[in-house]
């Protein structure tokens, strides 16, 4: 079993973007299920001690995730996920925003678009993540808000659910 996993995490600046590549110690199947089953998402998308609880989910050109990340401190910060685009268990897409708790979007806040390729390798599979920002003063803003290390830890303890699987 491969130990060490590619996780590059880089900011471009003049194309307003994020790019994660994250590799994971399991096949396309365990990992595509893991980033598009609510059951699953659930249990690593959002930073520890956060967690993510999905009211409705329907994987679907044109459906929607709404979701909220819950704090230890009863903290609730509401997010919808727009899927403009899906290809079965290579790539899909969606637009992301903050929102309140029936998907009203909050323009205060900057939207993205998300676009999720995934590679098989021999044991691995590799996710590449493009995150499109509107301008750079939105790329900023996110970042500001700890994006990168909320998204890592996030990242990171889907990683230990695979390997507890792995080892199960």
């Known amino acids: 079993m491969k130990t060490n996993l590619l996780f590059d995490f880089a900011v471009d600046r003049e194309n307003s973007t994020v790019l994660v590549k994250r590799e994971f110690a399991a096949m396309g199947d365990v990992v595509w299920d893991a980033f598009t089953k609510p059951e699953i998402l ?10 993510s609880k999905t009211k409705y989910m329907n994987f679907e050109v044109g459906g929607t995730r709404l979701y909220v990340m819950c704090g230890p401190n009863g903290e609730e910060h509401w997010a919808l996920a727009d899927f403009t685009s899906i290809t079965p268990k290579t790539n899909f897409q969606y637009a992301d925003a903050f929102c309140d708790e029936n998907g009203n979007i909050n323009e205060e806040f900057p939207r993205s678009k998300w676009n999720l390729d995934f590679e098989n390798q021999e ?46």
């Open 123 to 168: 044991n691995t599979t590799l996710v590449n993540i493009t995150i499109k920002h509107e301008n750079l003063e939105d790329l900023e803003k996110i970042i500001e808000m700890g994006f990168k290390e909320g998204f890592t830890m996030a990242l990171d303890h889907l990683e230990e659910l695979i390997m507890q699987k792995n080892n199960s």
């Open 42 to 51: 659930d249990q690593w998308w959002a930073p520890q001690p956060w967690v």
